[in-house]
C-alpha cells in the first residue's frame, strides 16, 4: 500500500479544518477544543493538526497561547503587547536595536517640543547623575532622565512605547557586573553624552539631538558587548 507523503497529509487536515470551522460559525474569540479532542473529531494526528493550526494562525484564522488555548479571530492587540510575553521573547541585543529605533527620534521630537520646564528637568537629571554615589542611584537617574526626554516630546502615545520598552530593558537579565569602583568614574562616557544631547534639546537642534542620542546608544551597546544589527 502506498503511503500517503506528509506534505499531503497535512493539506488534507488543512482543508478538513478549515470546513470543520466553516460548518460550526464559531464566532470571534470562541476557544476551541483541546487538540486532542480536535484530532479525534477530525481523525488526524497531532502533529498534523499542530501544522494546519500553524497555517490558520499565520492567516489570523485563528490565535494561540500557550497555557490559554486556541481562539478565533486574529490575535487581540492586549495579548501582542503583554509584557511577561515580550520579555520571553526578547534579549539585551533586541532592547537595545529597539532603542537605537526609537529613542534618537524620541530626542529629536524633544529638541522640537520641550518646554523650558521639560528643559530644566532633564538639566537637573543629568546634573544628579553626574553626582551618582552609586551605580544603582546612577542606573535610576539614568533611567529618568532617559523618561524626561521622552516625555519632553509633547507625544503621550510615543511616551507609552517608550514605557513599555523601557520595563521590558529593566526586566531582561544583563549577566553582567559592574566594575570597580562602586560608582560612576569621574570620566564615565555618560556624562559627556548626556550635556551634549541636552545641548542639542535646549537649543532647539532637532538633528542635533538625534545624533547626540543615537551616539550615546552606539557606546552603551559597544560597552555592553552586543552586537546590533545596523
Given at each position: 500500500m502506498?503511503?500517503?507523503?506528509?506534505?499531503?497529509?497535512?493539506?488534507?487536515?488543512?482543508v478538513q479544518l478549515?470546513?470543520?470551522l466553516?460548518?460550526?460559525?464559531?464566532?470571534?474569540?470562541?476557544?476551541?477544543?483541546?487538540?486532542?479532542?480536535?484530532?479525534?473529531?477530525?481523525?488526524?494526528?497531532?502533529?498534523?493538526?499542530?501544522?494546519?493550526?500553524?497555517v490558520?494562525?499565520?492567516?489570523?484564522?485563528?490565535?494561540r497561547?500557550?497555557?490559554k488555548?486556541t481562539?478565533?479571530?486574529?490575535r487581540?492587540?492586549d495579548?501582542?503587547?503583554?509584557?511577561?510575553?515580550?520579555?520571553?521573547?526578547?534579549n539585551?541585543?533586541d532592547?537595545?536595536?529597539?532603542?537605537l529605533l526609537?529613542e534618537?527620534m524620541?530626542?529629536?521630537?524633544a529638541a522640537?517640543?520641550?518646554t523650558r520646564?521639560d528643559?530644566?528637568?532633564i538639566?537637573?537629571l543629568?546634573?544628579?547623575?553626574?553626582a551618582?554615589?552609586?551605580?544603582?542611584?546612577?542606573e535610576a537617574?539614568d533611567?529618568?532622565?532617559?523618561r524626561a526626554?521622552?516625555?519632553a516630546g509633547?507625544?503621550?502615545?510615543?511616551?507609552?512605547?517608550?514605557?513599555?520598552?523601557?520595563?521590558?530593558?529593566?526586566?531582561?537579565?544583563w549577566?553582567r557586573?559592574?566594575p570597580?569602583?562602586?560608582?560612576?568614574?569621574?570620566?564615565?562616557?555618560?556624562?559627556?553624552?548626556h550635556a551634549v544631547?541636552?545641548?542639542?534639546i535646549?537649543?532647539r537642534?532637532?538633528?542635533g539631538?538625534?545624533?547626540?542620542?543615537?551616539q550615546h546608544?552606539?557606546?552603551?551597546?559597544?560597552?555592553l558587548?552586543?552586537?546590533?544589527?545596523r
Amino acid at each position: 500500500m502506498t503511503e500517503i507523503p506528509p506534505a499531503r497529509k497535512t493539506d488534507a487536515t488543512l482543508v478538513q479544518l478549515r470546513a470543520w470551522l466553516s460548518q460550526n460559525a464559531f464566532s470571534e474569540a470562541t476557544k476551541l477544543p483541546a487538540e486532542r479532542v480536535l484530532c479525534d473529531e477530525l481523525g488526524v494526528t497531532r502533529g498534523d493538526l499542530r501544522k494546519a493550526l500553524a497555517v490558520l494562525e499565520r492567516e489570523g484564522v485563528i490565535w494561540r497561547h500557550v497555557g490559554k488555548g486556541t481562539f478565533i479571530g486574529p490575535r487581540p492587540f492586549d495579548d501582542y503587547i503583554s509584557l511577561a510575553r515580550i520579555e520571553s521573547e526578547t534579549n539585551p541585543a533586541d532592547v537595545m536595536r529597539a532603542r537605537l529605533l526609537i529613542e534618537p527620534m524620541l530626542a529629536r521630537e524633544a529638541a522640537r517640543n520641550a518646554t523650558r520646564q521639560d528643559v530644566a528637568d532633564i538639566e537637573t537629571l543629568v546634573r544628579q547623575a553626574r553626582a551618582a554615589e552609586t551605580w544603582r542611584q546612577y542606573e535610576a537617574l539614568d533611567t529618568a532622565l532617559h523618561r524626561a526626554i521622552a516625555k519632553a516630546g509633547g507625544n503621550s502615545l510615543m511616551l507609552a512605547i517608550f514605557d513599555t520598552l523601557n520595563t521590558v530593558r529593566r526586566s531582561v537579565v544583563w549577566g553582567r557586573l559592574r566594575p570597580e569602583p562602586v560608582r560612576p568614574p569621574s570620566d564615565h562616557h555618560s556624562f559627556a553624552e548626556h550635556a551634549v544631547i541636552l545641548e542639542a534639546i535646549r537649543t532647539r537642534d532637532l538633528d542635533g539631538a538625534r545624533d547626540a542620542m543615537r551616539q550615546h546608544l552606539e557606546t552603551v551597546t559597544t560597552r555592553l558587548g552586543l552586537s546590533v544589527a545596523r
